[in-house]
């Protein structure tokens, strides 16, 4: 006889549970919701899955979360839990501005905010959130850096990282809105190492057993701190199974019912990355909604995501833009508008550096000083493409954006002056071949 077996999506409540069927198993997104009930169906014998009530109290408890990241040696931004308004006004002083604040429990970055100055917070306090013992708010402070995320899974023994995720936009940002990279781009091998080693601390640390996710900020000088950790599975799971090749969600789920990662053939903490490039985008719904704040903050926006991949980041990127919806035009005017704050810093990449590209230009005007007759002084014939290749490595290390990549792969792979070397290299090699044939031409005209 065939066993008929049915999926049921309700809200779950503590007297719903303890009424249903026996045999019925429970896994719940470690939510509020979620946290609540875990305690009191535990001590009712009801039997859950996966990582216990101790392991949910350590990373979602503050006091007890810090206190663990200070016996791992981990660090984390300086932050403090408030219950009133003044509180949260002196705790912003000490920790300095800008800080994030955001209420206690939150899904999906609700009510979460950076604010700058003291009558903003103020405002935030008495407004947007309620706070009170029962209800503390969160000032933590907030570090602008590059924003990395992980997913992984824990056995109790060993822990596994299938990928590391590379957000494009700054902290600050929902990592539910932003573009996620895989494999990173701009991060060194020294962060990665660093990446590995507080994920494996935290998921034995912690308790977890089956999927975690983790979040980082690194800061310019490299460092590496820990924004918080959720003991459950998260949106990024299925992208980062599609592009590793690992099913994340099956991994886990025989790692819940008993079988290590080893049995499953899984030695190493992090596998070679691949060679493909893989791009979520959000897909946002602000064309249907009309009257929408399209500004991206620390509280969630998008409404869905799509994947693009190629076998550069480029193409990766645009084709995930066109799926969720974005028509890129190859023409055209962008309009950009920068905040008086951020002016000193987006500005730079616009200007070059003259004392920096004096060395290159001064290879390039040797290699065009070749193309002079030695006799009259005067610019001789020359090919398209030696000139292109000159002008074309003065254009790299003058340009602020990635422009050769997709004509020239290995660029991005390799720092301003190997490249110019190349391609220089290339214009002086297609010179040589072309003064050896224009002497041959030349040698046949003579002869007859």
């Given at each position: 006889m065939k066993k008929l077996v049915v999926l049921l999506f309700v809200m779950l409540h503590f007297g719903y549970i303890i009424e249903a069927k026996e045999n019925s198993v429970y896994q719940g997104k470690v939510s509020k919701t979620f946290k609540i009930l875990a305690k009191p169906l535990e001590e009712r014998g009801v039997m859950l899955i996966g990582t216990?009530?101790?392991?949910?109290?350590?990373?979602?408890?503050?006091?007890?979360?810090?206190?663990?990241?200070?016996?791992?040696?981990?660090?984390?931004?300086?932050?403090?839990?408030?219950t009133n308004i003044e509180d949260g006004v002196k705790a912003a002083e000490e920790i300095g501005y800008p800080v994030l604040v955001r209420p206690s429990f939150v899904l999906g970055g609700r009510a979460m905010q950076i604010v700058a100055k003291e009558e903003h917070l103020r405002h935030y306090l008495k407004t947007a959130v309620e706070i009170d013992e029962d209800k503390p708010v969160l000032v933590d402070k907030y570090i602008c850096g590059k924003e990395v995320e992980i997913d992984a899974i824990c056995d109790g023994k060993d822990v596994f990282v299938p990928g590391i995720m590379e957000l494009v936009e700054r902290t600050g940002v929902h990592s539910g809105d932003s573009i996620s990279v895989y494999p990173t781009f701009s991060i060194s091998e020294n962060v990665k190492e660093t990446i590995l080693d507080y994920a494996k601390k935290l998921g034995l640390g912690i308790g977890i057993i089956g999927l975690f996710n983790i979040q980082?900020?690194?800061?310019?000088?490299?460092?590496?701190?820990?924004?918080?950790?959720?003991?459950?599975?998260?949106?990024?799971?299925?992208?980062?199974?599609?592009?590793?090749?690992?099913?994340?969600?099956?991994?886990a789920t025989k790692v819940i019912l008993g079988k290590s990662l080893k049995e499953q053939?899984?030695?190493?903490?992090?596998?070679?990355?691949?060679?493909?490039?893989?791009?979520?985008?959000?897909?946002?719904?602000?064309?249907?909604?009309?009257?929408?704040?399209?500004?991206?903050?620390?509280?969630?926006?998008?409404?869905?995501?799509?994947?693009?991949?190629?076998?550069?980041?480029t193409r990766a990127l645009y084709k995930a833009l066109q799926a969720a919806g974005m028509h890129l035009q190859n023409y055209g005017t962008v309009f950009c508008t920068i905040a008086d704050k951020d002016k000193e810093e987006k500005m730079k990449g616009f200007f070059v550096n003259v004392e920096s590209l004096k060395k290159y230009w001064d290879d390039a005007c040797d290699m065009f000083s070749l193309l002079k007759d030695r006799a009259t002084g005067k610019y001789i014939e020359t090919p398209w493409r030696t000139i292109a290749s000159i002008v074309g490595a003065?254009?790299?290390?003058?340009?602020?954006?990635?422009?050769?990549?997709?004509?020239?792969?290995?660029?991005?792979?390799?720092?301003?002056?190997?490249?110019?070397?190349?391609?220089?290299?290339?214009?002086?090699?297609?010179?040589?071949?072309?003064?050896?044939?224009?002497?041959?031409?030349?040698?046949?005209?003579?002869?007859?």
């Open positions: 216990d009530c101790a392991a949910i109290e350590k990373a979602e408890n503050r006091d007890v979360f810090e206190k663990l990241l200070s016996e791992l040696s981990i660090p984390q931004p300086k932050g403090q839990a408030v980082f900020i690194v800061d310019k000088e490299e460092q590496v701190f820990i924004i918080e950790v959720n003991p459950r599975s998260s949106r990024t799971v299925p992208f980062l199974s599609k592009a590793t090749g690992y099913p994340l969600a099956d991994i053939g899984i030695e190493n903490v992090y596998p070679k990355e691949k060679e493909r490039w893989y791009v979520k985008v959000p897909a946002f719904s602000f064309a249907k909604l009309n009257g929408m704040d399209a500004y991206l903050s620390p509280e969630m926006k998008s409404t869905g995501e799509a994947i693009g991949y190629d076998r550069t980041m003065l254009v790299y290390v003058m340009s602020p954006f990635d422009l050769i990549p997709d004509f020239f792969p290995l660029a991005g792979y390799l720092d301003d002056a190997t490249v110019f070397a190349f391609v220089l290299s290339i214009a002086q090699d297609d010179l040589n071949r072309y003064r050896v044939w224009r002497k041959k031409e030349q040698d046949t005209i003579d002869m007859v």
